[in-house]
């Protein structure tokens, strides 16, 4: 089983209480806020591209919190574990290393990653259990147009189909079912490439409806990640 499934299990197993529907929570679980007093706990990951396999950390990303300076991720495993507005939704500005971590190994020494990102913290996704992961790719690693947006989902429970509104068009849409990216829009795991950004948002669809689903901001020259959990 690989780390995604394993994760995404356990969150399944924390969503017993989730509601249908693209946003909606029947009874939020006693989560563990920590050390964040009336904000809101706000944990996960962010790995390099190819993680399924293994699981290689981005220590050096910097995070914006709203209203609350930058976090720097430290931890060899991408573990994110920082604290945010307590609010419907959150947007942290993400800017990738400057440096390779030391488990991406690569024949250019001159790689880098390049590609920013937004991560979309929701606030009913994170009282239901679901933990944020995002990923970014080395330059190369994916062809994307820098005028475009680019749309990751990571799905937190069983794989369905993600899809974007029809007046936003984009590229062919990649997922990882199993350990590897294909073509495809249903994995745990989801790359919508090249979404044309007007009008600043879109609405993400998800097969048989989720928590976290709904609308979402686009920017040109940005990766907009986020969680969702399907039931």
């Known amino acids: 089983m690989n780390r995604a499934t394993t994760v995404s299990l356990l969150m399944v197993a924390g969503c017993s209480g989730c509601g249908g529907g693209s946003g909606s929570v029947d009874a939020a679980p006693d989560i563990d806020n920590g050390t964040c007093g009336t904000m809101l706990r706000f944990t996960g990951d962010y790995l390099d591209w190819d993680s399924d396999t293994t699981f290689c950390g981005m220590p050096g990303t910097e995070f914006a919190i709203p209203g609350g300076g930058t976090q720097r991720l430290v931890a060899p495993n991408g573990r994110i574990d920082f604290c945010i507005p307590d609010q419907a939704t959150s947007l942290l500005d993400i800017t990738p290393p400057s440096t390779l971590p030391g488990c991406k190994v690569v024949s250019d020494p001159q790689a880098k990653y390049s590609l920013p990102g937004i991560a979309v913290a929701n606030k009913a996704v994170i009282l239901a259990g679901g933990s944020w992961s995002g990923r970014t790719f080395?330059?190369?690693?994916?062809?994307?147009?820098?005028?475009?947006?680019?749309?990751?989902?990571?799905?937190?429970?069983?794989?369905?189909?993600?899809?974007?509104?029809?007046?936003?068009?984009?590229?062919?849409?990649?997922?990882?079912?199993?350990?590897?990216?294909?073509?495809?829009?249903?994995?745990?795991?989801?790359?919508?490439?090249?979404?044309?950004?007007?009008?600043?948002?879109?609405?993400?669809?998800?097969?048989?409806?989720?928590?976290?689903?709904?609308?979402?901001?686009?920017?040109?020259g940005k990766m907009t990640t986020l969680t969702v959990i399907t039931h």
Do not use: M, N
Not at 158 to 170: F, K
Not at 181 to 208: K, N, R
């Open 138 to 220: 080395i330059d190369g690693r994916e062809t994307y147009d820098a005028a475009k947006a680019q749309v990751y989902v990571h799905i937190v429970g069983p794989a369905r189909a993600v899809s974007l509104d029809a007046s936003h068009a984009h590229g062919a849409t990649q997922a990882v079912a199993a350990s590897t990216w294909a073509p495809g829009d249903t994995g745990h795991e989801v790359f919508i490439p090249d979404v044309d950004p007007a009008g600043g948002s879109a609405t993400l669809s998800i097969a048989g409806g989720a928590i976290g689903a709904g609308s979402i901001p686009l920017t040109a």
